[in-house]
């Protein structure tokens, strides 16, 4: 565009000299070609402006377009007359033998979200895995254990279909973030627990998960007042001293055993919606029953499965792309072993 104007400049000075012969009718068309000129270069180097954001962000667009396959709302079970579903993305080229598989739980505080968001998880479908994105009964419509139920359906779905899907029932994980990694977290610690498998399908296969990814999801449920209070009531149906035996169930804290599998867990420095302790109590405990327990502490970051700092802060540490190659490599250790 700077080479176009100067161009233009030059040209304009020599018509603007031949004006002085011709007159008044010379310098308007000088003016007028000018304009016109002017406009076309603009025209061409303007940027395209995309009219709405892309619902899914570009990377992952990208990928289920070239290298990742996305199956929508495959019915996983059924509980009543209600249908259960859950999304995969699997890579598009077949893998040697059977893949680890991923669960992924979305947040929401219970109460939101959709097995259609699958964030970042997507990204694992590169790295030879298969990733089960489920729906699970919100709060409005079924209160406790129906949230637990069916993540513990959509393990046991796994298991069932691994033949199908090409998929090593033995090398199965489950990473959720928020309300999600609260049911990520219970996962991990109630393997054992029958109590908590529901009626929901695939009848007599384990639940039990070979790694969890918690992301800054609640741990303690002690009936302390959190931001969440309200929705983990409604949850439980009814607060804590009515509820004692649900809170405790709910708890994953509460639950923490030695059986329990291999835990990475990431929290916020100044998450204020999961506060810090939530992490740092279920590491210890986790430590304590010599469970392997990685946990990272992001600098800067509130709360939220992406980890970055609030505008005008400095920036997170470790930064969400260092985050993630940490998630893959944890999985892979753990999975791919």
């Not at 893998?95 to 680890?100: D, E, K, L, N």
């Not at 329990?260 to 867990?265: D, E, H, K, Q, V």
Request: hydrophobic letters at 40%; proline letters at 6%; charged letters at 20%.
């Amino acid at each position: 565009m700077n080479i176009r104007s100067k161009d233009m400049n030059i040209w304009a000075i020599s018509i603007l000299g031949y004006s002085k012969m011709l007159g008044i009718r010379i310098i308007f068309l000088t003016v007028v070609i000018i304009c016109v000129f002017s406009l076309t270069g603009i025209a061409q180097v303007a940027p395209t402006v995309s009219s709405a954001a892309a619902p899914i962000a570009p990377l992952q667009k990208e990928q289920a377009s070239n290298s990742i396959e996305i199956l929508k709302d495959i019915e996983i079970g059924k509980v009543g007359n209600r249908v259960l579903h859950a999304d995969i993305a699997r890579p598009k080229t077949q893998t040697a033998g059977p893949m680890p598989a991923v669960m992924w739980i979305h947040g929401g505080a219970w109460s939101s979200g959709s097995h259609h968001e699958m964030q970042q998880t997507v990204q694992l479908a590169n790295h030879g895995y298969l990733i089960l994105s489920i729906e699970y009964r919100l709060i409005d419509e079924a209160i406790w254990p129906a949230q637990i139920e069916d993540c513990k359906l959509g393990i046991r779905w796994l298991r069932e279909n691994a033949a199908k899907y090409n998929i090593d029932p033995d090398r199965i994980g489950c990473w959720g973030t928020s309300a999600g990694g609260h049911l990520a977290a219970l996962m991990g610690v109630t393997g054992d627990k029958l109590d908590l498998e529901g009626n929901g399908g695939s009848k007599g296969f384990s639940s039990r998960v070979q790694a969890v990814v918690d992301f800054c999801g609640p741990t303690v449920f002690d009936g302390r007042p959190e931001v969440y209070s309200n929705f983990t009531d409604k949850m439980a149906g009814g607060t804590y001293e009515q509820k004692h035996d649900v809170y405790k169930q709910m708890s994953p804290l509460e639950n923490v055993n030695p059986r329990a599998c291999p835990f990475l867990i990431v929290n916020g420095e100044k998450d204020t919606t999961v506060p810090l302790h939530h992490a740092q109590l279920m590491t210890e405990a986790l430590k304590h029953a010599n469970v392997p327990v990685e946990l990272i502490i992001v600098k800067n970051a509130g709360h939220g499965y992406t980890f970055v700092a609030p505008a005008g802060s400095p920036p997170a540490q470790p930064s969400p792309s260092e985050i993630d190659a940490t998630v893959l490599k944890f999985l892979d250790v753990n999975l791919k072993k």
